[in-house]
């Protein structure tokens, strides 16, 4: 079109930008990758767990090993605030739910198909090396000091114990969850093959979760935060 | 005999009584079982840690899944003081080799026939899930904030990963090496059966040392310390 000067775009839109319009591809990319290792049929419990070190290091293990949800029960005496050294904030891609006992958490993970082990050394529980992890299941861990307490013990479907041979009688609960989550991401890896099990519309869901929560950690790295 | 009131055998011996006569049958029952789950063919090899609760963690989850030996390198930075909260004294059932730098550490494995694995994110390293532990494996972990160093990837006959896919790119040491160390015990156990693998020798020298070290202990429980 001749004469008239320039003719510009308006520079208002009519709806905001996608989130997949502002990320580079290579971001993209990274959240596809992620989202297809994702797994919602494998979660940990962490019932009134008080240490902030464990708390943080178990949430790194899921973050890095595929878990998606985590479930919190609230220790009365002490607040849930992972050390965010040892997050180095992860804990914003996980979907982290909290209740106020474990009556409540056993509840919402029955009415999700799960079935529920509880990690503590008792006599007859089932050697880590032994499950199956085919079907929904959610590990829990015990306090620090009490493990976990006699009603847990009775409302779960079985528990289960890493095999130790030494003289030591337990371990670090950071690193018997890394021992299980490990264990049970492996299973699955050996019999179904690499990659997470993520319905089309909840890999959707995610990933669309993922873009926002993207570009707001890219803004914040702009403004300098 | 008749007269002359009763007789005593004299107080002294001739020789100081063995461990195993005043240790309880109990005591002894532990340390055979201890002893019969010990492996000396698999080891950890700490590099220049720095954090006194990941070198504590470590030897923590070797000495609970019955790994005797642990090779350390030392930072010249900090004195290797692994934290005595998270250890619970499990140290001193331990054999802990120091050494002044890799090279010497690597020379001493490479002496008694190990591979030498180095725990790394690189391309091409292979899967912790896909890796053989039937001959003498030695698994390295490097400094928290730096890794292993290139000199160190350069000695190693190989390189492993624990296979991640979230946005975390790395494990906490304490994680990682319980990832590691678990499955190694655990390809052991699907393909060899439960129990270590000392040689008769090993496993007498061993018990001989423990029945020791368990005398001390009572010693000290005795003298309040």
């Avoid at 949430?59 to 605030?81: I, Y």
């Avoid at 180095?88 to 996980?94: E, F, H, M, T, V």
Wanted: aromatic share 8%; hydrophobic share 40%.
């Amino acid at each position: 079109m001749a004469g008239g000067g320039p003719k510009y775009e308006p520079l208002e839109r009519t709806t905001p930008p996608e989130p997949s319009e502002i990320l580079v591809e290579e971001r993209l990319r990274r959240i596809e990758q992620v989202v297809g290792g994702r797994t919602r049929t494998l979660t940990v419990v962490l019932d009134q767990l008080e240490d902030a070190f464990n708390m943080a290091a178990v949430l790194r293990t899921c973050e890095a090993m595929g878990v998606q949800d985590v479930h919190v029960v609230r220790n009365p005496e002490v607040t849930f605030q992972p050390n965010s050294t040892v997050t180095q904030g992860c804990d914003k891609w996980l979907d982290i739910h909290r209740y106020e006992t474990f009556g409540e958490c056993r509840a919402a993970l029955k009415a999700g198909g799960f079935s529920i082990w509880v990690s503590a050394i008792r006599e007859g529980a089932t050697s880590l090396f032994e499950m199956s992890f085919d079907g929904k299941v959610a590990l829990v861990f015990g306090n620090e000091r009490h493990g976990v307490s006699p009603e847990v013990l009775a409302q779960a479907d079985g528990v289960f114990w890493i095999p130790m041979r030494g003289f030591t009688q337990s371990l670090n609960i950071s690193v018997a969850a890394a021992a299980a989550i490990t264990r049970a991401v492996s299973w699955r890896l050996e019999r179904r093959g690499p990659g997470g099990d993520l319905a089309p519309d909840e890999a959707r869901e995610l990933t669309r979760k993922f873009q926002v929560l993207s570009v707001k950690q890219r803004k914040k790295l702009y403004r300098g935060e």
